[in-house]
């Protein structure tokens, strides 16, 4: 199954000013239990595109089918459809809101009809998936907490939803080297227990490049590449066209291949990079 969009677009502010045509007939697939990155410099639709993956936003035209529902429907399997599609938006700390770090976590199951037993089962298993002590913090105000802990709580409230499809809008944005590690090892462990499809919104493409199973690109409104990785970091003219920058790993390969070292410089990731360059030493007899 999947999350799929068919022929989407979508304006601002129509009939005004300030009108913006933000998707331009957008056709896509998000496979299930992949990794699936969107990327895009601002303004190219990246947060309007995800908004429409659980209605948030309804398309102009087009329609938005997860796991084959029309999720415009107001029917009941169309609500359980949009609930299946779970998005922590950029800085979602800001998104904290209650009196204690549990009732915040909950408040989306609460709102799902859950009892109040599972809901607590919700709480505790969000908040160890996060690591965040329950006995610790669930009691404590979300605004007494560090701005990494914020994060963390703000995601934990996501995944008490326990979504089948994860988005997560630059989830790493203005965290040190050591918070973005630890917080994408959480959401790969996500991935690889529970089998979540994950979303990952980024113009960072080393993260793009080390996380994603498939690779987006969106430039002003449109759809420019949809691929994977190894094909999309082949393209350099659709990179910059979209105002990006390739990964830093085969920036790297392609300098030394030009300074005449005897590698293609097809690899986008450290382990393959190290290999590829060992192998052109290798071959030119150096060690």
């Known amino acids: 199954m999947s999350i799929e969009l068919k022929n989407v677009s979508y304006t601002y502010m129509k009939k005004t000013p300030f009108e913006h045509l933000a998707l331009d007939d957008i056709t896509l697939t998000i496979p299930e239990g992949k990794i699936t990155a969107i990327a895009g410099?601002?303004?190219?639709?990246?947060s309007t595109l995800i908004q429409h993956f659980n209605g948030l936003l309804k398309p102009d035209s087009g329609t938005v089918l997860v796991d084959g529902v029309d999720i415009s429907s107001k029917k009941d399997e169309a609500k359980a459809a949009r609930r299946q599609v779970g998005i922590a938006f950029q800085y979602p700390e800001h998104q904290l809101f209650e009196e204690t770090i549990a009732e915040d976590i909950g408040f989306g199951p609460k709102n799902m009809g859950c009892s109040p037993e599972e809901i607590d089962r919700r709480v505790k298993y969000a908040m160890d998936f996060v690591s965040l002590d329950y006995d610790a913090y669930a009691n404590r105000s979300p605004f007494q907490l560090s701005g990494?802990?914020?994060r963390r709580a703000a995601i934990a409230g996501i995944l008490a939803l326990k979504p089948k499809y994860l988005v997560l809008d630059e989830p790493t944005a203005g965290l040190d080297p050591k918070g973005r590690d630890s917080l994408m090892s959480r959401f790969l462990r996500l991935h690889k227990e529970e089998g979540t499809t994950i979303v990952?919104?980024?113009h960072n493409m080393d993260d793009i490049a080390q996380y994603a199973d498939n690779v987006i690109i969106l430039n002003k409104?449109?759809?420019?590449l949809a691929a994977s990785p190894a094909e999309a970091f082949a393209r350099e003219d659709i990179i910059s066209q979209a105002g990006l920058e390739m990964p830093e790993i085969k920036t790297i390969l392609e300098q030394l291949k030009v300074n005449g070292l005897g590698i293609e410089a097809t690899s986008y990731t450290m382990n393959d990079a190290v290999l590829e360059v060992l192998e052109g030493i290798r071959r030119q007899g150096k060690c």
Do not use: A, D, R, W
Request: hydrophobic share 25%.
């Open 41 to 46: 410099h601002t303004g190219s639709g990246k």
């Open 148 to 150: 990494g802990q914020k």
């Open 200 to 202: 990952l919104i980024s």
């Open 221 to 224: 409104g449109k759809l420019l």
